[in-house]
């Protein structure tokens, strides 16, 4: 046949209907007024907004300025009560938590007791499986809510969850532990308002879409995660505490931080949070007073699977490798001084660090390789790490250390994630050195001490390196009943020696809050939690 | 695309049934007899060639590479493999006299290791090519010689295999296996490639088949198999050299890709696109560890598609 | 109402006939194609839920738990049938964080179409122009210098030129202009951040679609309608645009056409390079995270744009080719 009318009308719309694609509907991002906002750089979101299923920064991020803690932490790094009216305990065991009065969610109701209890039991039922579960396993109850894969749980609630009255609340935990108190500050422990759960009981996803918190912002419209690129969030004017100095706060998705950094050069956004290392010099000469530099609690380690292969079995060899390492370089050439060189296990910034208390962390290239001939170490070891979030340039840095350093091989295994790593490692088909890192849950010496090195933490927490010492377990356990926070922190700094002299891992650096503002806003302070303090922020013209 | 279009396919697939003769040794169909040594069109093509200035470039060029892969101690003498050769407190210098092209980010000098990621490109290229050109070109002859059932599987197999976008596909692939080497890059590009060389064979084999003098060797009882490898085959294999040539220097190229992407080569192994994405990050600060790679690798891609173009035309003289 | 005579009615049932056909014809590669690639997401190691959470290691009962909200602990080919099925409801699932694959893929399939569309205009204009250009200066310098330029084109790949051209035109012309003329990442300045990576990602095919337009048109020019047009003292001018571009036209729409679906397929590096969220990073990304929806939802896309695509092309070959009949 010959082509007639028809097939050109068809070709012809077809063509002119993806064309149409193409243009339409750019600007649907959620980039709506923003005109007057103040703007800050986040990373997607991994999940909508369910607070106890947010445990990554991005989210954690906006749910902070949806939501109001019970407590904070103020400049001198101290506990202050914030939502909570008072925290009280006389046996570190039994704490009665009462709110203040007048806060309300951003839907007018009542802030209640209530409202944590519900919140807290939600997350800590294994049928939710929030990812924020394992906060709670401290609480009397827990085990009920979480008999195992394949059983229901027995109860609906954890039994040591009481509400005393609209306002007041009391928390049983199993075992003593003088640290509660710091844990109330983190995004698991917010509440949640009755309208979040549906008829079956569970959080809706509507809610997740558009949450309503009780805290300085609330959200515009729902976020439809993949494809809005910005949250829009309005001041909430009904807060009863110190109220924010702007009314428009608008969280812009980015995937890289360089493309944010940019972006920030150009006036697009107003506050990033952790800048590039390519950034740091630029920064530095170019913002002045709006660049801030200061301590972070994250550490990054080398670990030795010691559970699973006696290679690294002699603390020597332990010591030699973490001696080989120059970390002062690293940090300062693959880093940019986005790290510092890490002393001791318990990280600067908070209370209980001692500089220099690691002396198997000081560079002695001579040093480390005798001792590490003496003691008959491998001619050849393996270092495995996953190779996102640029892990990989120090890794390889380490790897050349430790070869030109201790004269031996290192063998690099590359991973996709870290979980992979873990995975190899639980089911010792990987017996090589690892990398791994620690960003506080909440802000105790203690935190970097029980998750990562108590012998209960070998199957459930993040003990892998698979160190278990009976004397270390006694010394924490001591600190979490002790009654005073001195008397906490002074064993468990001695549990910290124990780390010292062992090196079931070994600290390489600690992380550093590099962040920098534009000349739109002034006052920006980021508090212990990486969460900018939004009462302090003002907008300069 | 498919059988829409052209007619030819389907013409194709009535004109099959071979005449078998009973081992009649036939010597003479008309190509095989006149394929005297000087008139051939091999030799024809050679003389051509041997003046072309872009053939001479491109094989003053390739030659250069291929020495570099083989002994790339001729060129640099710093063994890029040896930890002690990189100090970190050197990294992201500019070009010197002790480094010509600067180091990069681990202090590591980025000459010896330009230099010696030629190995591990040139080694996907031409083991790809190679298993393409055997795996395609077979599939590709048999298709089109026989036509029929066989046909028709293999060109809706080879259609899935067009939908799917290669790198994308390459990425997949190379995802499943933890560590990337050369020889799981060359696995992933030749599943993906494959099918285009199936195409051309089978398309020129196809054409070969209603020649004149094909005709002629079956009317004078050839044999399925003779007329296929002696007949068929020399025709038809002049178009898949030069996509081949051509590929080889794409497939080089795409191993950079899949390398910068993080799927491809893994260190301590040294490949242009590793070193590429090693560099990236601070690019801004230190351009030369990126530039000089991508330099080497542009060149290397130029040096072949300059000999595919050279072959095409000595091969192919109505392109002209 | 449109009359329509019978010839032409029976040519546009048979036209109708042959779309369906052709629509049918796709559905074994859809399928082909999506199976292959749930096979290789499938075999990719690692655990989907377990990667979710960090670094922090999960409440195995927890994993389990979600494993199977997700049909994880079924056999492969059920966990095809749920999705396939899915997807012929127009459904194409949900990932793992419980959002729906097709809002995950909209916003950044719009990026990446943006990309590819700018970069197809940049083809057909540059290319057809240079090609046009060289075949009418056929032999003299000007030809030369092109076909010189676009062997270079061809050769460098597109890691380098994007680099290259981010360092050059987006760096280097800012620090010395102060003006910010090509974005350099990202997609916050409108059709303005696509210019220098469409341009990037179109290189190569813009070098091939030069090519093409030359040598296609060179060939017309000599044919024998040509010359007897030429003869008959027709304006040269009048000649090639009447004549020769139309039919020199038909390789290259073939070639756009079916270039779409390389172009979207190609991204991921431009993508990467520039970073722009479109498919080709949310794919890579995607195959990380183990989001096995996410990952098989956007080939399936990709398929359907290169059957679509090369549908197209079909019929506008038609067009214009009036000899050209469908069987």
Redo the contacts between chains.
């Keep these: 046949m010959r082509v007639t009318k028809g097939a050109k009308i068809i070709a012809g719309t077809a063509v002119l209907a993806l064309g149409l694609v193409a243009c339409g509907s750019a600007t649907s991002t959620g980039e709506t007024s923003a005109a007057g906002a103040v703007r800050m750089k986040i990373g997607e979101p991994q999940k909508l907004f369910y607070p106890g299923e947010t445990v990554e920064s991005e989210g954690v991020e906006v749910l902070a300025a949806i939501f109001a803690p019970l407590v904070k932490y103020d400049e001198d790094k101290k506990l202050v009560e914030y939502i909570a009216d008072s925290i009280k305990t006389s046996d570190n065991r039994v704490w009665t938590i009462k709110i203040k009065s007048g806060f309300t969610w951003h839907n007018g109701d009542p802030l209640t007791a209530q409202n944590y209890v519900d919140a807290w039991n939600y997350s800590a039922n294994q049928e939710n499986a929030q990812s924020a579960n394992y906060f709670f396993a401290r609480i009397q109850g827990y085990e009920d809510l979480n008999p195992g894969e394949g059983k229901t749980p027995t109860a609906k609630g954890m039994s040591g969850l009481k509400v005393i009255d609209e306002e007041t609340f009391q928390v049983t935990l199993t075992q003593p532990f003088s640290q509660f108190s710091t844990m109330l500050g983190y995004t698991a422990f917010y509440p949640l308002p009755e309208v979040a759960f549906g008829d079956d009981g569970k959080i809706t996803e509507e809610y997740a879409k558009k949450p309503i918190g009780q805290g300085l912002f609330k959200i515009d419209a729902p976020y439809n995660k993949g494809s809005d690129q910005a949250i829009s969030l309005t001041r909430y004017e009904g807060f009863k505490g110190e109220q924010p100095k702007f009314d428009k706060l608008q969280f812009k998705i980015y995937n890289s931080a360089?493309t944010a950094w940019n972006d920030l050069q150009g006036g697009n956004i107003d506050i990033q949070e952790q800048l590039?290392?390519?950034a740091i010099?630029t920064a530095k000469a170019e913002l002045g007073d709006r660049y801030i530099d200061q301590e972070d609690a994250g550490i990054g380690y080398i670990g030795f699977p010691l559970i699973s292969t006696d290679q690294y079995k002699d603390v020597r060899i332990r010591r030699a490798i973490s001696m080989a390492i120059?970390r002062k370089?690293?940090t300062e050439?693959?880093f940019s001084g986005t790290r510092a060189p890490a002393d001791d296990f318990i990280n600067p910034l908070l209370e209980g660090y001692r500089p220099g208390a690691c002396t198997a962390c000081v560079y002695d290239p001579a040093a480390a390789k005798e001792l590490y001939v003496e003691a008959g170490g491998p001619r050849t070891l393996e270092l495995g790490s996953n190779?996102d979030n640029?892990h990989?340039?120090w890794i390889?840095?380490v790897?050349?250390?430790l070869?030109?350093n201790l004269g031996i091989e290192?063998k690099?295994?590359?991973?996709?994630k870290f979980q992979?790593i873990l995975d190899e490692l639980d089911a010792k088909t990987y017996t090589g050195m690892f990398r791994s890192g620690w960003i506080i849950d909440y802000p105790s010496a203690e935190n970097y001490l029980t998750p990562i090195f108590s012998t209960g933490a070998i199957k459930t927490g993040s003990n892998y390196a698979g160190y278990s010492n009976p004397d270390f377990d006694r010394l924490v356990a001591k600190g979490d009943s002790a009654s005073s926070a001195e008397q906490s922190l002074k064993f468990y700094k001695k549990a910290d020696d124990l780390l010292l002299r062992d090196l079931p891992m070994i600290p390489v650096f600690y992380y550093r809050m590099n962040a920098a503002f534009s000349e739109h806003v002034k006052g920006v302070k980021i508090n212990l939690l990486n969460q900018v303090e939004w009462v302090s922020v003002e907008k300069a013209v | 695309?498919?059988?829409?279009?052209t007619?030819r396919s389907?013409r194709a697939r009535h004109a099959k049934s071979p005449l078998r003769s009973p081992g009649g040794p036939s010597r003479g169909g008309p190509a095989a007899g006149t394929a005297g040594r000087p008139a051939s069109l091999w030799n024809d093509a050679w003389h051509d060639l041997r003046r072309r200035p872009l053939f001479i470039a491109a094989a003053v060029l390739i030659g250069v590479i291929l020495l570099m892969a083989a002994v790339p101690q001729l060129f640099t003498s710093v063994d890029p493999y040896d930890?002690?050769s990189?100090r970190?407190?050197d990294?992201?210098q500019a070009p010197s006299a002790a480094h010509w092209f600067g180091t990069d980010?681990?202090?590591c000098d980025t000459l010896a290791r330009t230099v010696y990621g030629a190995r591990n490109s040139l080694l996907v290229g031409l083991s790809t090519t190679v298993v393409t050109v055997l795996v395609g070109g077979l599939l590709g002859l048999v298709a089109g010689f026989r036509g029929g059932l066989p046909d028709a599987l293999l060109s809706?197999?080879t259609?899935?295999f067009?939908?799917?976008?290669?790198?994308?596909?390459a990425?997949?692939?190379l995802?499943?296996f933890?560590?990337g080497t050369v020889w799981t890059v060359m696995l992933a590009l030749a599943v993906l490639a494959w099918p285009m060389t199936f195409r051309i064979m089978r398309a020129a084999v196809i054409t070969a088949k209603g020649q004149d003098y094909v005709v002629a060797a079956r009317a004078l009882g050839a044999s399925g198999r003779r007329l296929m490898f002696r007949h068929i085959l020399p025709n038809a294999i002049t178009s898949v050299i030069v996509v081949a040539t051509v590929n080889l220097?794409v497939f080089i190229?795409a191993e950079?890709?899949l390398s910068?992407?993080?799927v491809g080569i893994?260190?301590?192994e040294i490949s242009w696109?590793l070193m590429?994405a090693?560099a990236?990050?601070?690019?801004?600060?230190a351009?030369s560890p990126?530039?000089f790679p991508?330099?080497f690798?542009?060149l290397t891609?130029?040096a072949f598609?300059?000999l595919g173009?050279a072959v095409r035309d000595a091969l192919d003289p109505k392109?002209r | 109402m449109i009359r329509e005579t019978p010839a032409e009615l029976y040519e546009r049932l048979v036209l109708g006939r042959?779309i369906i056909r052709?629509l049918l014809?796709a559905i074994?590669?859809?399928l082909?194609?999506t199976l292959?690639?749930y096979a290789?997401?499938f075999?990719?190691?690692g655990d989907p839920i377990a990667s979710m959470y960090g670094e922090k290691r999960m409440d195995p009962d927890i994993v389990a738990i979600v494993r199977e909200q997700y049909h994880l602990n079924d056999p492969f080919i059920v966990q095809y049938w749920y999705y396939i099925s899915g997807v012929f409801q127009g459904n194409l699932g949900i990932t793992f964080s419980n959002v729906p694959v097709s809002e995950i893929i909209a916003g950044k399939f719009q990026v990446t179409l943006n990309l590819a569309f700018t970069a197809l205009v940049m083809e057909a204009v540059i290319g057809v122009g240079l090609g046009f250009y060289a075949a009418l200066r056929r032999g003299r310098a000007q030809d030369t210098m092109i076909l010189a330029s676009t062997?270079?084109l061809?050769?460098?790949?597109?890691?380098?030129t994007g680099?290259?051209l981010q360092?050059v035109l987006g760096?280097k012309l800012k620090q010395s202009t102060g003006i910010e003329v090509f974005p350099i990442a990202g997609v916050s300045d409108g059709w303005r951040s696509y210019l220098l990576p469409a341009f990037v990602l179109a290189g190569t095919s813009i070098a091939y679609l030069t090519r093409l337009t030359r040598?296609s048109l060179a060939e017309i020019l000599r044919a024998d309608y040509i010359r007897t047009a030429v003869a008959k003292g027709m304006p040269r001018r009048r000649v090639v645009g009447r004549h020769a571009l139309r039919n020199a036209l038909i390789p290259l729409v073939t070639y756009l056409g079916?270039d779409l679906?390389?172009l979207?397929?190609?991204a991921?590096?431009t993508e990467?390079i520039f970073n722009l969220p479109g498919i080709?990073q949310e794919?890579?990304r995607s195959?990380?995270e183990r989001q096995q929806p996410v990952?098989v939802g956007?080939?399936t896309l990709?398929?359907l744009v290169?059957?679509l695509a090369?549908l197209i092309?079909?019929l506008l070959?038609?067009v214009l080719d009036p000899r050209?009949r469908?069987?």
């Design positions: 360089e590039p290392p390519s010099s120059d370089t690293i050439t693959v190779m640029g990989k340039e390889e840095a790897a050349n250390n070869r030109s290192v690099v295994s590359p991973y996709e992979q | 695309m498919s059988d829409t279009v007619p389907r930890a002690t990189c970190l407190g990294a992201r980010n681990q202090g809706r197999v259609e899935i067009f939908a799917i976008p290669s790198v994308l596909g990425l997949l692939i995802a499943v933890r560590t220097g190229a950079a890709g910068f992407l993080g893994q260190s301590p696109g590429i090693d990236r990050p601070r690019f801004l600060e351009a990126l530039l991508a330099a690798l542009s891609v130029l598609i300059m173009d392109l | 042959y052709r014809q074994p590669v859809l082909g194609a292959l690639i290789v997401v075999a990719l190691p062997l270079v061809i050769s460098i790949p597109t890691l380098v680099f290259v360092l760096v040598t079916a679906g390389t979207m397929g190609g991921v590096i990467t080709g794919l890579f195959v990380y990952v956007i080939v990709l398929v290169y059957i090369n092309v079909d070959y038609a050209i469908y069987e």
